[in-house]
């Protein structure tokens, strides 16, 4: 289009639209931050990090969860609470903290009524109490507050430690509760860092970190009704993710917008004109490319996680409004400062100028196209190669899960305190397997429990017990334990009653999980109605969910991402090799995690779910940037043919992309501040995956095999042929 006509184009706008169009799109964003804003701070209200709510309801484990009601009084969640010394606790200690534990309810708001005993081990050295808690959004608190409690009244000495179920959340509560300040203070302060070096502007970072932050608030406001009105289920990792994954696309498709306005700006003068041509060159890249990302995450709807099938809409819903501001707000904002938003280096018009430079003289970019050109076959074969054998790392990635303990990384007092536990006590205490039986049935079951070697003890729930708990022996339901307890009868709910099963191990080990699948298997033969639940069923249920869904869902986010590139690019050569370069990037990038994951940081494994979400955003946004780069790359082609448009292409977007690979690198990278082992091992794959995407596969090897290939790559469209 020559200036003459771009100026036409522009003139068929009223002078008032023009005015008023801009103005009214930034109105209408501005407002939706307004409103939206103040939900940052009100995300608790609807999430949740419990992960029975998270397994399908067809789970054994859930279908416990969802009767515990029935047997025990309120929606609470159990505490263990460890007291160690050194020497022996004397019977004057231990009565003296036995008066205060039968205050604590009194004391410490959100503790239970029906707060157990003390208890002694049998060294002398230990006691541990069971406090039921307050489950709602104040645990961490109430937490806090026992432990404190404890420790201000206790004898000089003794150390004090909550753990269980109760202190294991307070811990991930802990963990996630930086996602609004800290989370979102490091990524931002990258991102602008990222901007100002790339821009070497004043306005420009405000303008594009601005269209991101709005995009945000936008997507927290819709998803934060969405799961308040029960249709979504939001927690602490979906949170991060989203926070995170809105402000990297957003950023990414800003810089794409904001390249092409500034090549435009240098082709025609008007600033209405370039405007509309910059869309329309950034609009199929922009579409493509969210659509792509989209579709990889609605995939995960086919989840039976429902952490997972949440996060699916939860983050296409973001990247909906990240693609919604990057061609609304960011044009209507630089639309209204034009070139000024560049300053101090405002672009110039210079048509001839930009002409040359799209040329394979002169740059960075247009020197490695010019390298690319002379040497491509041995560079594709070479980095192909060196991709492969950081493949063979992801041997060394154990991804059959985490105990519990281990989720939060740092200090972490309930897993102090389970250790201490395990020294003095049965590693399981506090965190029994809980069968539900028919009341015909109990001591059947008890019994099929008793003759596991994984358990300790077993009691069944009497709500009128004293110890909230009758034990069961081989002989029956003893009469003996706390003045009362004999008298009192099992709570039978439905016909039938709740078994608890004390582990040896402690609940979050391999041991402890190997016993719970023997019992399940023992009870299908002999007691086949019962239910098998608790903190270690949820676990294992969890798990077993994650693996399944890695096996269904990776297959069909390639084959959705594939089918997309073929309508984008109208052929089916080049999709297949741009999803084969990104999958071999994605195994180098878990190849190499899976190396300093094992030798260098000692993890203690990894979740099931953390090579699926890595693969999910790693292909989905490893292919933004050969969408970027090949969209590129068929325009230049229908020019200049096949070969020509590939050198013509990387020089042209060869800065913009890498810029955008360093913003999603840095941004995913900020998730490590989080102290959870999920989201560091999840912001080292997809970072490190990123800058591979970047600087290795989209710069060097699509490039130089889509030249050694030449218009062989568009076939079976005419470019194939030769025909533009």
Not at 682 to 711: M, N, Q
């Amino acid at each position: 289009m020559t200036e003459q006509r771009a100026r036409t184009e522009t003139r068929r706008w009223p002078t008032w639209l023009r005015v008023l169009l801009p103005a009214a799109l930034i109105l209408v964003w501005v407002a939706a931050a307004g409103v939206g804003g103040p939900y940052f701070g009100k995300v608790s209200e609807v999430s949740s990090n419990d992960q029975t709510t998270y397994l399908p309801t067809s789970a054994e484990a859930t279908q416990v969860q969802e009767r515990l009601g029935d047997f025990r009084e309120g929606d609470e969640i159990p505490a263990v609470v460890v007291l160690t010394q050194q020497e022996p606790f004397s019977e004057q200690e231990l009565a003296e903290l036995g008066a205060l534990v039968a205050e604590l309810p009194d004391r410490v708001p959100g503790v239970g009524s029906g707060i157990s005993p003390l208890l002694p081990s049998e060294d002398g050295r230990a006691a541990q109490l069971f406090a039921p808690l307050d489950s709602g959004e104040g645990l961490r608190d109430t937490v806090n507050a026992l432990g404190d409690e404890l420790r201000a009244e206790a004898p000089e000495g003794v150390e004090v430690f909550v753990t269980g179920p109760a202190g294991f959340t307070a811990d991930l509560v802990n963990g996630f509760s930086g996602i609004d300040g800290i989370l979102l203070g490091v990524a931002l302060a990258a991102v602008f860092l990222i901007l100002i070096i790339v821009y070497r502007s004043l306005l420009l970072p405000v303008a594009v970190l601005g269209t991101s932050v709005i995009a945000l608030t936008a997507a927290l406001l819709l998803n934060w009704w969405l799961a308040k009105w029960g249709l979504l289920m939001l927690s602490g990792q979906t949170q991060g993710i989203l926070f995170i994954l809105v402000i990297g696309a957003a950023t990414d498709y800003s810089l794409l917008y904001v390249s092409r306005y500034r090549e435009e700006l240098r082709l025609v003068e008007d600033r209405g004109a370039a405007t509309l041509r910059a869309l329309k060159g950034s609009l199929e890249p922009i579409l493509a490319s969210g659509g792509t990302v989209i579709a990889g995450l609605l995939c995960l709807l086919l989840s039976d996680l429902k952490s997972n099938s949440s996060l699916g809409p939860i983050a296409a819903i973001g990247i909906v409004f990240a693609m919604l501001a990057a061609l609304t707000l960011l044009p209507a904002i630089l639309f209204a400062f034009g070139r000024a938003a560049f300053w101090p280096r405002r672009p110039k018009y210079e048509p001839e100028v930009v002409a040359a430079e799209h040329g394979v003289h002169g740059g960075v970019w247009a020197k490695l196209a010019g390298w690319i050109k002379r040497r491509h076959r041995p560079i594709w074969i070479v980095t192909a190669l060196a991709l492969a054998v950081g493949v063979a790392g992801a041997t060394q990635l154990d991804a059959s899960g985490v105990p519990q303990s281990d989720l939060v990384l740092g200090a972490s007092e309930a897993r102090d305190g389970q250790q201490a536990l395990g020294e003095h006590f049965p590693g399981g205490s506090g965190s029994p397997v809980l069968v539900i039986t028919p009341e015909a049935q109990l001591q059947r079951t008890a019994d099929t429990l008793l003759a596991q070697s994984g358990i300790d003890s077993v009691t069944v729930v009497a709500t009128d017990a004293v110890s909230g708990a009758l034990p069961v022996t081989a002989d029956g339901i003893t009469a003996f334990g706390p003045p009362g307890a004999a008298q009192a009868e099992p709570t039978v709910a439905g016909g039938d009653v709740l078994l608890q099963g004390t582990l040896t191990a402690a609940a979050d080990s391999d041991a402890a999980g190997e016993t719970v699948r023997e019992l399940r298997t023992a009870l299908a033969d002999a007691v086949p109605d019962a239910l098998v639940g608790g903190v270690t069923a949820t676990a294992i249920d969890t798990n077993d969910a994650s693996i399944h869904d890695r096996t269904l869902i990776i297959p069909i986010v390639l084959l959705v991402i594939t089918l997309i590139l073929m309508l984008l690019l109208r052929s089916l050569v080049a999709p297949l090799l741009l999803v084969a370069t990104t999958v071999l990037s994605f195994g180098t990038a878990l190849g190499v995690a899976g190396l300093l994951f094992t030798h260098v940081f000692h993890f203690p494994g990894a979740d099931p779910a953390v090579p699926l979400y890595s693969f999910v955003f790693l292909v989905a946004l490893g292919i933004d940037y050969n969408i970027f780069l090949m969209t590129r790359v068929r325009e230049e082609s229908l020019a200049h043919g096949t070969r020509q448009g590939v050198l013509r292409g990387l020089s042209i977007t060869g800065g913009v992309i890498t810029s955008a690979g360093l913003v999603l690198a840095a941004t995913f990278a900020a998730l490590s501040v989080i102290p959870i082992l999920f989201l560091v091992q999840i912001a080292f794959i997809v970072a490190f995956g990123v800058l591979l995407d970047t600087f290795i596969v989209r710069s060097l090897l699509v490039p130089a095999l889509s030249y050694d290939v030449g218009r062989a790559i568009w076939w079976p469209s005419k470019l194939a042929r030769g025909e533009r």
